[in-house]
């Protein structure tokens, strides 16, 4: 049954992607910046691979606790790739950056968009990978690993996934143009505290100790 709630997740997810332009349409509304734009973007891409490990995870595992964790991830964050990506088709913006990621994450001092947040997470431009994200390998050795295995593996993965996406995502809440992009980067901050706190718990409980940040 909880294949079939993600697999309907999904779908509902890229539902609300096209419902999502509503609160967009408002005259109220700022036109959507750099950060509105590079964020929904990058931030795609970085749920993506936790669709992906939650996926396998909710697939392979037999532990209940580590099942309805992989099940919430992903099915939250695939909504909330449709939400992005129907704001993107809005806004007549590619799904994916095209000159690597990050480059948003420029220090905004100065020009008059600044929202209340701090500045000293500006990036110097684009990077080709963002922190957080598992390698190539890391997802190959998470498919074939055992069952032994799999549950510390995923919740060691998830959890600096989590952390490492965190200076993006709290980025995003403080300097963002439109609310609804400010709105969803802080709802996010918050929810992944909450599961990261919960990963950490689970990872202990089985032995485990956390990855260092890449």
């Known amino acids: 049954m909880l294949i079939i ?23 109220s509304e700022p036109d ?32 209940t606790d580590v099942r309805r964790l992989a099940y919430d991830i992903m099915t ?3 909504a909330q790739i449709g939400r992005m990506q129907g704001w993107l088709q809005l806004w007549g913006k ?11 994450m420029t220090d905004t001092r100065g020009s008059g968009h600044d929202h209340g947040g701090t500045d000293n997470h500006g990036m ?14 890391e997802l190959a ?29 709290e980025y995003a809440a403080d300097h963002a143009e439109t609310t609804a992009v400010r709105t969803l980067a802080a709802g996010m901050a918050a929810s992944q505290k909450n599961e990261s706190q919960l990963l950490t718990t689970l990872l202990t409980a089985r032995g485990g100790a956390p990855l260092p940040l890449n």
């Open 5 to 27: 709630g993600a697999i309907g997740a999904i779908l509902i997810g890229f539902a609300i992607g096209t419902l999502a332009r509503i609160p967009l349409d408002g005259s």
């Open 76 to 78: 939250t964050q695939q």
């Open 124 to 137: 110097n431009g684009p990077t080709s990978t963002m922190p957080g994200m598992a390698t190539a390998a």
């Open 32 to 63: 959507p910046g750099t950060v509105d734009v590079g964020f929904t973007q990058d931030m795609s891409a970085h749920h993506a691979q936790a669709v992906e490990m939650a996926g396998i995870a909710l697939m392979r595992s037999t532990d």
């Open 141 to 169: 050795a998470l498919r074939q690993a055992t069952p032994a295995e799999l549950d510390p593996m995923f919740l060691r993965l998830m959890l600096r996934h989590h952390q490492g996406g965190l200076t993006m995502i």
């Open 94 to 104: 590619p799904s994916q950056g095209l000159d690597g990621y990050m480059g948003w």
